[in-house]
């Protein structure tokens, strides 16, 4: 049992000697993977941020597109809501309310079964009438960081359309 141990203890010296020997060989090999681990976290820290830029502008583009469609279900509740323009704006700006700078604007419009524009203040020249809400909003959005062909900031615009009557 004796010379098990002594044989275990020399192992355990020359894997100790070894190991030893190979940190004092590779200190230049710790300063090349130190600088390896440097650029690549930067690369993906570049990478995170632009993420996170565009997760914030899909983000901010579904808010957008959410108060317009908000202040169109408004507006197509009956004729009275269709011609309350300034009704539909409300809806949107309400809808949109965490969005800073949000801006609305609503229309309505008419047209006959065939596509064709036609007044909605008239008499309808045509047997079926048909009657659209229009909502249009915008907003600005600044990035974190400056792409390329995209800039620093950039408008983020929603649109929804329905028939009224």
Excluded at 112 to 122: E, F, K, L
Excluded at 148 to 156: D, E, F, I
């Amino acid at each position: 049992m004796r010379g098990s141990e002594t044989n275990g203890r020399r192992r355990l010296r020359r894997q100790l000697a070894r190991a030893g020997a190979m940190a004092r060989l590779s200190a230049p090999a710790r300063a090349q993977a130190t600088l390896e681990f440097a650029a690549v976290a930067t690369v993906l820290l570049l990478a995170l941020f632009a993420g996170a830029d565009f997760a914030r502008v899909f983000r901010t583009n579904i808010a957008v597109t959410a108060a317009a469609r908000a202040g169109v279900q408004y507006g197509i509740q009956n004729p009275v809501t269709a011609a309350d323009l300034d009704g539909m704006q409300a809806a949107a700006l309400a809808d949109g309310g965490p969005i800073p700078e949000l801006s609305a604007t609503a229309s309505q419009f008419c047209t006959c079964p065939g596509g064709a524009p036609i007044s909605c203040q008239s008499s309808s020249p045509c047997p079926d009438m048909r009657v659209y809400v229009a909502v249009s909003t915008s907003a600005p959005f600044s990035t974190f960081l400056t792409f390329p062909g995209v800039g620093s900031s950039l408008t983020v615009t929603g649109k929804a359309v329905m028939r009224a009557q």
